[in-house]
């Protein structure tokens, strides 16, 4: 195991150099229930 997949990335099995760690392929790779980020709702305060 490489220190990157230690740290819980996962590696697209057709790019050794594309590591994925939160979004959709992670979640779908490691079982999770859902990706750890995505689209936000933005508001006049948070600028």
Known sequence: M???AAAGFVNYPTEWWHWSF??????F?????HALY???E????TR
């Open 2 to 4: 490489t220190s990157v």
């Open 22 to 27: 939160g979004e959709r392929y992670w979640a």
């Open 29 to 33: 790779t490691t079982n999770a229930r």
């Open 38 to 40: 995505g689209p936000q």
């Open 42 to 45: 933005w508001s006049s305060r």
